[in-house]
């Protein structure tokens, strides 16, 4: 007696590498891709640029090229200073060595941080908590705005773009990323 065939389940469509997957899109847009050579090997490659919050404020329109240097000098620091609270784990393991040592680099880019901070007003400061949350911490703008509140309110959209805008002039200022004006 002769038995019937199984039917071959057809293979799932194998997901383009190439491009972003669905997860990741539903998280924000990229830039159009830009082919350039690999550094290293000199093959071409296809990169595609996650676009961020101060990206698209710049493109918008909404900050100049100075607030954009400026907040990618505070995000810098914020990293270098491991304020992040991302806990990785050491490559290279010492005999003896302490998890809580802090090297000079990172002390040097706290200190900067919170001098940073200070010209916005501290850290309790609409200023100083956006650049925290916003720029350092990467929280979108809605993000930080549902979750920070001023005297019981919450802040709304707009408010707390302008708050972004501010925090970004004064970060300008203060890395000397504009120039001082002159009292006429």
């Given at each position: 007696?002769?038995?019937?065939?199984?039917?071959?389940?057809?293979?799932?469509?194998?997901?383009?590498?190439?491009?972003?997957?669905?997860?990741?899109?539903?998280?924000?847009?990229?830039?159009?891709?830009?082919?350039?050579?690999?550094?290293?090997?000199?093959?071409?490659?296809?990169?595609?640029?996650?676009?961020?919050?101060?990206?698209?404020?710049?493109?918008?329109?909404?900050?100049?090229?100075e607030m954009h240097e400026a907040g990618c000098i505070f995000r810098t620091l914020f990293r270098?200073?491991?304020?992040?609270?991302?806990?990785?784990?050491?490559?290279?393991?010492?005999?003896?060595?302490?998890?809580?040592?802090?090297?000079?680099?990172?002390?040097?880019?706290?200190?900067?941080?919170?001098?940073?901070?200070?010209?916005?007003?501290?850290?309790?400061s609409p200023g100083g908590s956006c650049a925290w949350f916003v720029i350092g911490l990467e929280?979108?703008?809605?993000?930080?705005?549902?979750?920070?509140?001023?005297?019981?309110?919450?802040v709304h959209g707009p408010v707390a773009q302008g708050i972004l805008v501010a925090a970004l002039?004064?970060?300008?200022?203060?890395?000397?990323?504009?120039?001082?004006?002159?009292?006429?």
């Amino acid at each position: 007696m002769a038995g019937r065939r199984k039917a071959r389940r057809a293979a799932p469509p194998r997901e383009d590498l190439s491009r972003p997957s669905k997860w990741r899109l539903q998280h924000g847009g990229f830039s159009e891709p830009i082919r350039e050579a690999d550094p290293e090997t000199g093959t071409p490659v296809l990169h595609r640029r996650a676009v961020d919050t101060l990206g698209l404020m710049l493109a918008n329109g909404t900050i100049t090229q100075e607030m954009h240097e400026a907040g990618c000098i505070f995000r810098t620091l914020f990293r270098s200073a491991a304020l992040d609270g991302i806990a990785t784990s050491q490559l290279i393991r010492l005999a003896g060595a302490t998890h809580g040592d802090v090297s000079n680099r990172q002390l040097d880019a706290r200190r900067r941080v919170a001098e940073a901070l200070d010209a916005l007003g501290g850290h309790d400061s609409p200023g100083g908590s956006c650049a925290w949350f916003v720029i350092g911490l990467e929280f979108s703008v809605r993000e930080w705005a549902m979750r920070q509140g001023w005297a019981g309110r919450p802040v709304h959209g707009p408010v707390a773009q302008g708050i972004l805008v501010a925090a970004l002039g004064m970060l300008a200022k203060h890395f000397g990323l504009t120039p001082r004006q002159r009292a006429a």
